[in-house]
């Protein structure tokens, strides 16, 4: 697959089939992710593996944030709303959640660069990943407290994603995107 077919071709996937992903894969789907850039090639980055134990705590922690948050929104569907219901009981069935950690800043400019760091890593490594037939869904409940907690990160460092992986069970089509002619500003 060449990068413009992976580029134009990764999907969001939040249903997975129950195959496991080798731990070679995963270890070259995460070594993608620190060829990101990186202010200084400071590479500000961690890739925590959640095993079963967190990986419960996050998931009744992650019902309980959609039931008190976006599951309350009255015009959403009620097909969407049990869809996301049965994706937080247990992240679609992932073979594979990360944590992508960006690392407590050492100077001020650390606070801006780390986190955008961070996310080109994350970028890299769901095109690593769908090189592979590998999808999957970048989570910012991450970034919430209580995942904050349940993770263990150390005090000023941050998650960027929790990343749920694996391979597909289903793919839903393209979306339609706006113009590129619509996002470009030009200055004089």
Do not use: C
């Not at 008190?68 to 247990?90: H, I, T, V, W, Y």
Request: avoid cysteine.
């Amino acid at each position: 697959m060449d990068l413009k077919d992976a580029i134009y071709g990764r999907r969001t996937v939040r249903k997975f089939k129950a195959n496991d992903i080798s731990e070679d894969v995963v270890h070259e789907i995460l070594e993608a992710g620190t060829w990101a850039p990186s202010h200084g090639n400071n590479q500000p980055w961690e890739f925590w593996i959640i095993g079963s134990q967190t990986r419960k705590k996050l998931a009744e922690a992650y019902t309980q944030f959609m039931e008190n948050g976006p599951l309350k929104n009255p015009s959403l569907p009620e097909d969407r709303k049990q869809g996301m219901r049965a994706f937080a009981q247990n992240f679609g069935d992932a073979p594979l959640l990360v944590a992508v950690v960006s690392l407590p800043p050492v100077a001020p400019i650390d606070e801006y660069d780390f986190p955008m760091s961070t996310a080109a890593a994350i970028q890299n490594i769901f095109l690593s990943a769908w090189e592979r037939n590998i999808g999957g869904v970048w989570l910012s409940f991450g970034s919430s407290p209580v995942a904050q907690s349940i993770i263990g990160i150390p005090q000023g460092a941050k998650i960027s994603g929790i990343l749920a992986m694996g391979y597909p069970e289903v793919v839903m089509p393209a979306q339609p995107r706006i113009a590129v002619t619509d996002k470009i500003k030009l200055m004089p």
